[in-house]
């Protein structure tokens, strides 16, 4: 069987995870210098956030070059020392890929903005004259972020090339060609125009440039994004004609096909569509290896939801003879213990979540400090710093806040100097050193499970058996062996199925299994 099939991958948020240089921001020696401690929780795999250098509008995601580091991280250097020490701790490193947009720092762009309408430099990207007079966006889309997605390009400055001179020295935008260029996420992340080859050839370099120093595989972020039907009138499947186009299924088999000429690597799409059977095209033979499902993390904490998302997950990739790849939760959503309640219900309810999560057939993405159950941060407004999500108040920075590793340290051991977003005084408690000898922690649940997910036979089976639960409880076994996992998400206490306690999230309540709890029975 495949390592990746059943793999748990670990997101390292590069910002907040360790920070070796005193800038307050993580970076590749910081994570090198906790291999340790990765190997002691037990994952097989690691996702680094975006490497490359980039201008940092989206953290990484807006990127100026896929072929280098950002000094913020550190060098190729220290990305090949990760790797060599990852896999002298037996954990295999991947990265993330943002092959839907660049930054509009990125050189293309810039030679984009300086050529004329129907320029070559342009066709890399989704340039269109604008409606009404060139004053209104091609069309209506919006973007993810919120807002427009267009961006009218800015007025052409002298040196811009010959056919925009003349407007520019009029001083007046009259005549000129301002088009309009596409950005599904900010105005900063113009997309790609992947009807262009030299896109597709650029994609190709860019993943034997990583293969060859010895990465195991790639995060494909928007997995989804990339084609687009814009010059069609019809929608897509879910009449959303930015996401899901047939056409990036092509994109994908020429990810696999580069791929399958190094042994062992693994592509993960990051795969945001609405039906089992939309998110199972990705995994088809010929595409990825795997997808990350992020349906389980916008369910609530309800049996009857739950239980339905894990069916219909299963039986379309099944379909297609893939594994499934469950995620509770990354660096976009609120985390697990705050969007199950917060408080001590909250936790409860995350540390039932990650059995239940553990329990499943497939592999499993996990987002660092989940397994420390840390909470999401409320920031006062002068310390946030998403600035390109438009559509909450308060951004995505209340799960980026950087993980705590020492109790007494300043900033907890993530930096020596300032960290980029501030650590509250409560992630103390949290921290790693904190939680390695307590039995009864959050860290200590997620260890002793995923050394059980490794060694014992139960988490062999594929596929899955659904047992008969008492109203607002599941339970389940892996096909074929003696393992069960049950969750209560009810308000009353209910008894166990058969078979012996081997891990349990919460204390048992006199032989019952209490609210918000979780346990394996063997
Ligand atoms: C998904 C990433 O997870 C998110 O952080 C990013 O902002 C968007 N893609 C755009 O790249």
């Not at 896999?87 to 295999?92: C, D, L, M, Q, T």
């Not at 998403?386 to 007494?408: I, S």
């Amino acid at each position: 069987m495949h390592w990746w099939r059943d793999a748990v991958f670990y997101e390292v948020y590069m910002p907040s995870f360790t920070d070796s240089d005193g800038d307050g921001v993580g970076d590749l020696h910081g994570v090198r210098s906790r291999l340790g401690y990765l190997e002691l929780l037990g994952v097989d795999a690691l996702w680094l956030s975006p490497i490359y250098p980039s201008p940092m509008v989206d953290h990484g995601y807006d990127v100026t070059d896929h072929r280098a580091v950002d000094p913020t991280w550190g060098d190729l250097d220290a990305l090949e020392a990760l790797v060599a020490d990852a896999h002298a701790h037996g954990i295999r490193v991947t990265v993330d890929l943002v092959p839907n947009h660049t930054s509009d720092h990125h050189p293309w762009f810039r030679a984009a903005l300086g050529s004329p309408p129907g320029s070559p430099e342009r066709a890399r990207y989704h340039f269109r004259p604008g409606r009404a007079d060139g004053t209104r966006p091609p069309n209506d889309w919006l973007s993810v972020f919120g807002g427009p997605a267009w961006t009218r390009e800015p007025p052409p400055t002298p040196c811009q090339g010959e056919a925009n001179r003349e407007g520019a020295e009029r001083g007046s935008d009259e005549g000129r060609d301002q088009e309009w260029y596409l950005h599904l996420f900010s105005p900063a992340q113009p997309d790609l125009n992947w009807t262009n080859l030299e896109v597709w050839a650029d994609l190709e370099r860019t993943l034997r440039f990583w293969l060859d120093r010895g990465v195991d595989g790639f995060r494909i972020d928007a997995a989804h994004g990339m084609c687009k039907q814009l010059d069609s009138a019809g929608g897509s499947a879910y009449d959303d004609p930015r996401f899901d186009s047939d056409d990036v299924h092509d994109v994908h088999r020429m990810i696999r096909a580069a791929l399958d000429h190094y042994p062992d690597r693994v592509a993960i799409g990051a795969v945001g569509v609405r039906t089992g059977t939309r998110f199972a095209r990705y995994v088809r033979p010929d595409e990825l290896h795997l997808a990350v499902d992020t349906r389980l993390s916008a369910v609530r904490f309800d049996a009857d939801e739950l239980r339905a998302t894990i069916e219909d997950t299963l039986a379309a990739v099944d379909a297609v003879g893939a594994a499934a790849t469950w995620a509770l939760s990354d660096h976009d959503v609120t985390r697990p213990a705050s969007r199950y309640g917060g408080g001590v219900t909250g936790l409860a309810r995350a540390r039932a979540m990650a059995l239940v999560q553990l329990a499943l057939p497939g592999a499993v993405y996990l987002y660092n400090g989940d397994e420390l159950g840390l909470p999401d941060v409320e920031l006062p407004d002068d310390a946030r710093r998403d600035a390109v999500w438009k559509h909450a108040e308060h951004g995505r920075d209340g799960c980026r806040v950087p993980q705590p590793w020492e109790t007494d340290l300043p900033a907890f051991g993530f930096t020596t100097g300032t960290p980029w977003l501030p650590v509250p005084d409560s992630y103390a408690a949290l921290s790693a050193a904190a939680q390695l000898e307590d039995t009864g922690s959050t860290l200590s649940l997620y260890r002793r499970a995923l050394e059980l997910r490794r060694l014992h036979p139960g988490f062999t089976g594929s596929g899955l058996e659904w047992f008969g639960a008492p109203s607002g409880c599941l339970a389940f076994r892996r096909m074929g062996t003696t393992l069960v996992c049950a969750l209560n998400t009810s308000t009353e206490p209910v008894p166990l199925p058969p078979g012996d306690p081997l891990l349990v999230s919460g204390p048992l309540d006199d032989g019952l299994l209490p609210p918000d709890t979780a346990v394996w029975l063997a």
